[in-house]
Nanobody, 118 residues
Framework: QVQLVESGGGLVQAGGSLRLSCAASGRTFNTYSMAWFRQAPGKEREFVATIIWSTGSAYHADSVKGRFTISRNSAKNTVYLQMNSLKPEDTAVYFC???????????WGQGTQVTVSS
């Protein structure tokens, strides 16, 4: 059974940093992509970043490029999202997701709340 467990969310002031973690288990992640999405109140879920587990190749949404960095630690089966220079508009529930490369995401975590105060 695939499990994705996010942690690391919290309350931070604008300009601050947080690092989210997603502990993954239940599949051979080397053939999959991992991603972070977010959903703010009253808004649709938004793509943030994705990484190909086997190569480490990453892609970030324009809204976070230069501020957020996705990475993975294969030994720990964990994906990270380093978030710097946070803005109030980054406030959202952040979700980790896993799926076959190029074919969307079929497993999701429960989400972790990030709140950025102005």
């Amino acid at each position: 059974q695939v499990q994705l467990v996010e942690s690391g969310g919290g309350l931070v002031q604008a300009g601050g940093s947080l690092r989210l973690s997603c502990a993954a288990s239940g599949r051979t992640f080397n053939t999959y992509s991992m991603a972070w999405f977010r959903q703010a109140p009253g808004k649709e879920r938004e793509f943030v970043a994705t990484i190909i587990w086997s190569t480490g190749s990453a892609y970030h949404a324009d809204s976070v490029k230069g501020r957020f960095t996705i990475s993975r630690n294969s030994a720990k089966n964990t994906v990270y999202l380093q978030m710097n220079s946070l803005k109030p508009e980054d406030t959202a529930v952040y979700f980790c997701a896993s799926g076959p490369k190029g074919r969307g995401y079929d497993y999701w975590g429960q989400g972790t709340q990030v709140t950025v105060s102005s």
